[in-house]
């Protein structure tokens, strides 16, 4: 008896996929190098480049992050609500702002207050004025107000992190002055004089200064008034009451003539 061919007793699908791996296999040794190249690598060598940017990357952020030196920052004092209004530490600053614009940041300022729930925080924000009298043309005399600091403010506040964010961010504001960039209070004693300039102390009995645009040593004509015409220099000026001393030559001596300061004109 002869014995079958275990070849010949393969199923015809395995003969099929047997024949097609020897047919990839010498097509694939067929082929010149240049186009097995082309052909690229197997599924089992293919690494994706974004994995290798994305290595990349994080290892330079690693980098970046352990050259990076450590700076400390000093926090800000903190609000703490549980302190009674009698134990907050309430002193006076001056702020910087824009020239022209004081009263306006002002009310910006207490409007920002008002909207944070800060009121506790602030006790007063003056825009230092003093009254001065002037004389139109005609010697009519008027009182106006004036900024004795035109382009600063003063605020009485508590100062913590919430406090000054509010007068950072407050638009026209620049900032608080003081020393190396930390605000400084103001000494009692200055702020008492500011105060009492812009007639915000009760017992304040300043008199209203007169505007006089001239200073002692000027050259002046009398316009006006039984000296009209006489040349002279100024030898005294008297503020609280608006009036100049002019020396003038009468009969060829220097004879000193009090005369209201808007009677002379500069020569």
């Known amino acids: 008896m002869v014995?079958?061919?275990?070849?010949?007793?393969?199923?015809?699908?395995?003969?099929?996929?047997q024949t097609?791996?020897?047919?990839?296999?010498?097509?694939?040794?067929?082929?010149?190098?240049d186009e097995a190249d082309a052909v690229g690598p197997t599924p089992t060598d293919y690494v994706p480049d974004s994995a290798q940017t994305d290595d990349s990357a994080?290892?330079?952020?690693?980098?970046?992050?352990?050259?990076?030196?450590?700076?400390?920052?000093?926090?800000?004092?903190?609000i703490d609500e549980s302190l009674a209004d009698k134990d907050l530490k309430f002193e006076w600053y001056i702020l910087k702002v824009q020239v022209n614009r004081e009263d306006s940041i002002k009310a910006s300022l207490l409007r920002r207050i008002n909207m944070n729930g800060l009121e506790r925080f602030f006790k007063d924000v003056v825009v230092p004025?003093?009254?001065?009298?002037?004389?139109?043309?005609?010697?009519?005399?008027?009182?106006?107000?004036?900024?004795?600091?035109?382009?600063?403010?003063?605020?009485?506040?508590v100062f913590n992190d919430e406090t000054w964010f509010i007068v950072r961010e407050t638009s026209g504001i620049g900032d608080f002055t003081g020393a190396m960039g930390k605000p400084t209070p103001m000494d009692p004693k200055d702020v008492e004089r500011i105060l009492r300039s812009s007639k915000m102390l009760e017992e304040d009995t300043n008199q209203v200064r007169t505007a006089i645009p001239f200073k002692v040593g000027d050259r002046v004509r009398v316009k006006e008034g039984y000296f009209q015409n006489f040349e002279g220099d100024i030898d005294?000026?008297?503020?609280?009451?608006?009036?100049?001393?002019?020396?003038?030559?009468?009969?060829?001596?220097?004879?000193?003539?009090?005369?209201?300061h808007w009677q002379i004109e500069a020569v």
């Open 236 to 260: 005294g000026i008297d503020q609280a009451n608006g009036r100049v001393t002019v020396m003038i030559n009468i009969f060829g001596r220097s004879t000193p003539v009090e005369l209201e």
């Open 129 to 157: 004025t003093e009254d001065v009298a002037e004389f139109t043309k005609t010697g009519k005399r008027r009182v106006v107000k004036k900024k004795i600091y035109p382009g600063y403010i003063l605020v009485n506040m």
């Open 20 to 33: 097609g791996a020897e047919s990839a296999t010498a097509h694939s040794s067929a082929l010149p190098n």
């Open 3 to 17: 014995e079958p061919d275990s070849s010949q007793g393969a199923s015809p699908d395995e003969n099929l996929q």
């Open 58 to 78: 994080d290892a330079e952020t690693d980098d970046d992050e352990a050259d990076a030196p450590y700076i400390h920052a000093e926090p800000l004092e903190f």
